[in-house]
């Protein structure tokens, strides 16, 4: 069974940064586009960045843009998550989600495969 897991979550001051890690088990990642969500106490889900499949098309939710970079290492069978010049409001536990094709990228509905999350924490 395929499997996505979060790692690289922790307690960074504002201005810090953090690289977070989906790293996919019991599939090959290249089949797969892989979202970025994130979801703060008492807030709804929302999503951060995607990255699609086969051509590598990216997608950044305005809050983080140029601040947060998404890549992938098909090689290694992980996505990456760069996060620059950290904000208190991006504290919240981050999920890494994953489809076959093409989702409308910060839709959770078009996810079929959900990790169990990191949390990330940005202190003032």
């Known amino acids: 069974q395929v499997q996505f897991v979060e790692s690289g979550g922790g307690l960074v001051q504002r201005g810090g940064s953090l690289r977070l890690s989906c790293a996919v088990s019991?599939?090959?990642?290249?089949?797969?586009?892989i979202g970025w969500f994130r979801q703060a106490p008492g807030k709804e889900r929302e999503g951060v960045s995607c990255?699609?499949?086969?051509?590598?098309?990216?997608y950044y939710a305005d809050s983080v843009k140029g601040r947060f970079t998404i890549s992938r290492d098909n090689a290694k069978n992980t996505v990456y998550l760069q996060m620059n010049s950290l904000k208190p409001e991006d504290t919240a536990v981050y999920y890494c989600a994953a489809t076959w094709g093409s989702p409308t990228p910060s839709d959770t509905v078009d996810y079929d495969y959900w990790g169990q999350g990191t949390q990330v924490t940005v202190s003032s």
């Open positions: 019991g599939g090959t990642l290249d089949l797969y586009a």
């Open positions: 990255i699609m499949s086969s051509v590598g098309n990216e």
